[in-house]
């Protein structure tokens, strides 16, 4: 029986997409990357993935894990051989547990974000992984990716968030690693292994996650500030000031900003004259345990001193839950009207924090040096030194001017990263769009450690092949 009989017979012809009905499976979400593949496939249980995983070993043929397909470094994308099978979580996607006393919920991979954030709601409970894709990316993508978003600074990124795993191992058996625990010291932690490792050990197929009480209040702003070196001073002032209390701090670019509301209308900054115009602004959000009345006094007493010591130069308070939303609608608007904008060249970096204004003063240095006029797109989560450091076209420059220099931006941006004390992917991955950068700034050692890793759990290398690592 051929291998895409033996998948029909397994999980019924209507979960076996080829020809049109696989296509959307088949490029990423920034349609960089297009691939084909023998089918795709949609088990609707752990035992399904365990069995289709067999039955491609049997046959010698790779597997793409796919999730959301919401990934920006093409991870869940085939290469053009037509040869891999894409296996798609969409149907795993059932909130197994959900334990109020232990502040855990269970989950399958398929499970889209924001149905797992309500889940946790309906139970009273705040499950705080949060970014611009919660509405179409899943869980076993955020942990494949070892995903971040707005509040990392608080909760940590989504390998903080993750108590224990059931995994499909490219071998094909089940492991159940569904432990609500959080400490378990028996030995390697082989949770972590597969959390970032993009699918190429194995696939998640469920996940243990922490809850957190609901916060009673929390308050958002949106500040004008005159340059990047203030910011990272307010930012050492809001945590003295609010503690943990302060759940997220993002950082933009006023040109980010003054881009969404020039390309999509209905938004508004909540500013006149001037401060529109700010060249940065950042948003801020404290959540606080004890009332409404308590978390506005604080927040407005620690911007107050930031206003006084000059550090702010304009302040919009969000007055409601819907102004609160408008204004981080705002920020999560910014990937978008890149995205009208066509391609551009894209970083997702980590730096110090104390490094970041100075690594941002070089780097735009460099660039306008090398490439006159090119826009620099810059904005992310301050918070934790996550940038989202892009650039975008000069006046008068094609599309296609701006990919040919892709390689010369990538080496001034990422030896600027390295210079200081960064990584050149803070939350994206590595994918295919990064791998073969990899080797430039990781020391030998630590890529010889990874390649034994993936040969130990993946030795026949029919795991997402061709991502993460080079062959």
Known sequence: MSLLNALQSLLGSAHVLTGDDAAAHLQDWRRRYRGTALAV??????????????????????????????????????????????????????????????????????????????AAAEAGRLFPLSLAAEGSCTIGGNLATNAGGTQVLRYGNARELALGLEVVTAEGEIWNGLRGLRKDNTGYDLRDLYIGSEGTLGIITAATLKLYPQPVASCTALLALDSIDAAVELLSRARSGFGASLTGFELMAGDCLQTVVQLFPQQRLPFEGDSAKSPWFALLELSDSESEAHARERFEAVLGEAIEAGLVTDA????????????????????????????????????????????????NGLLQERFPNVRNVVFGHLGDGNLHYNVARAPGQTEADLLALQQDIYDIVHRSVIEHAGSISAEHGIGQLKRDELPHYKAALELGLMKRIKQALDPRGLMNPGKVLQA
């Not at 894409?86 to 547990?97: E, I, P």
């Open 41 to 118: 496939i949609r088990p609707d249980s752990t035992e399904q993935v365990a069995q289709a995983v067999r039955l491609c070993v049997q046959h010698g043929t790779p597997v793409v894990p796919q999730g959301g397909n919401t990934g920006l470094c093409g991870g869940a994308t085939p290469d053009d051989s037509g040869q891999a099978v894409v296996l798609s979580t969409g149907r795993l996607n059932r909130v197994r547990a959900i334990d109020t006393a232990n502040d855990t919920i269970t989950v399958e991979a398929g499970c889209i974000l924001q149905a797992v954030q309500q």
């Open 316 to 363: 919009a308070i969000a007055a409601s839950v819907a102004q609160s939303r408008a204004l981080w609608h705002l920020r999560e608007s910014i990937p978008l009207a890149e995205a009208e904008q066509g391609k551009g060249v894209k970083h997702d970096v980590s730096i110090p924090i104390s490094s970041i204004a100075g690594f941002v003063h070089k780097t």
